[in-house]
């Protein structure tokens, strides 16, 4: 089985304004009102960013990395609602992309967009309910959210040549995820992750048997932890285990860090305690340049589903540059390598840059 996994695709705001049906731009934010300024803060330090692009524009080179690999599924988390409609929470930022511009989504072949996170809530129950309108409608399944709270703890399921996947999608608040964002029984909403204790893993175990079957191969993607910073909780890091332990689950998939984080192979099975983001507007903002953020990778994963073991990880690296995916060499690519392998060796992992300058956890 092989997978394509990303973090962070955020479509929505600037990005959403250079695609073919840009949405009110107005924003609710202390920093910039308009969606405008984010583009014109990308233009100051890169040039010119075109306007109207093709769907697959801002995927850039990574369409034809992703399109050689040939993988069975391709799995983002999309950290936006998709709607043209909703009120903004008061929550200082708001992503929305209109539902005009899905096609963004659908050009790169995307299967599941995993919407457990903080900002499918941005524009209210509304903009909620037509993200998941708008993804079904496009033949695009979701995870981690749903229009109640059975249906937001279901897992996308991803039938392939070599079996079905299940993608379970959890939200934790340590991610900024608001826990009034969880769904009820009554009220659409994330399928909230509020602690990683013994009550809340059994729910999960408990949700992810109920659905397997002899065969399926298990996703657990988990929007966790803080923006930035390269230290990993001792929970996330037992919940993890638990999960492969005791859940059965084959990968775990997380995010909400802007950056690449370490990787661990427990019993097998990949962790990845945080992708980074693939897609965002925040090119030419200063702040952590220390992570240098406009560097993102694209994550394969090869799983033997038989073994249940990990057959190979390599990560492809890019530069985000006028809201577009640049295949990355050189210098940049030699830094992510270094700056994963530092992280890895906490876990006895390496990583290494490949002859076709690709990052390869060494197994």
């Not at 990787?263 to 200063?286: F, K, S, W």
């Not at 038989?306 to 990355?328: Q, Y």
Request: glycine fraction near 12%; charge should be negative; include cysteine.
């Amino acid at each position: 089985m092989k997978l394509f996994l990303s973090g962070d695709v955020m479509t929505g705001r600037g990005i959403d304004q250079i695609l073919p049906h840009p949405g009110d731009p107005a924003l609710h934010e202390d920093y910039v009102r308009s969606a405008r300024d984010y583009v014109a803060i990308a233009e100051k330090a890169s040039g010119a960013i075109p306007e109207k692009v093709s769907w697959r524009y801002v995927w850039g080179d990574a369409l034809a990395e992703i399109e050689r690999r040939d993988p069975d599924a391709r799995i983002i988390n999309l950290e936006t609602a998709i709607t043209a409609r909703g009120t903004p929470e008061p929550k200082g930022i708001n992503y929305r992309m209109h539902p005009g511009n899905t096609g963004c989504i659908t050009a790169a072949g995307i299967d599941c967009c995993v919407l457990a996170n903080n900002h499918l809530g941005d524009w209210g129950l509304q903009g909620m309910i037509d993200t998941l309108a708008t993804l079904k409608a496009v033949g695009v399944a979701a995870a981690g959210a749903g229009r109640d709270s059975a249906l937001a703890a279901q897992p996308a399921i991803l039938d392939t040549s070599g079996g079905r996947i299940l993608v379970f999608g959890f939200g934790a608040p340590s991610s900024g995820v608001p826990r009034s964002w969880a769904a009820l029984p009554d009220r659409p909403g994330v399928n909230l992750l509020p602690d990683f204790d013994d009550a809340a893993f059994r729910r999960i175990s408990e949700d992810i048997h109920a659905w397997r079957r002899p065969g399926d191969a298990v996703v657990a993607s988990i929007h966790w932890g803080p923006n930035w910073g390269y230290d990993i909780p001792d929970e996330h890091r037992r919940f993890a285990h638990a999960l492969i332990d005791e859940a059965g689950v084959d990968i775990v998939h997380g995010h909400s860090s802007h950056h690449p984080m370490a990787i661990e192979v427990h019993a097998g099975r990949p962790v990845l305690y945080g992708c980074g983001d693939l897609i965002n507007d925040y090119e030419g903002i200063g702040g952590h340049e220390a992570f240098r953020p406009n560097l993102t990778l694209a994550w394969f994963v090869d799983y033997d589903r038989a073994a249940r073991r990990l057959r190979g990880l390599e990560m492809v690296p890019f530069r985000l540059r006028k809201f577009r995916l640049e295949r990355l060499r050189g210098e940049g690519a030699r830094w992510l390598a270094d700056t994963l392998d530092r992280q890895c060796r906490r876990f006895g992992h390496r990583v290494g840059l490949t002859g076709a300058e690709t990052l390869a956890l060494i197994l």
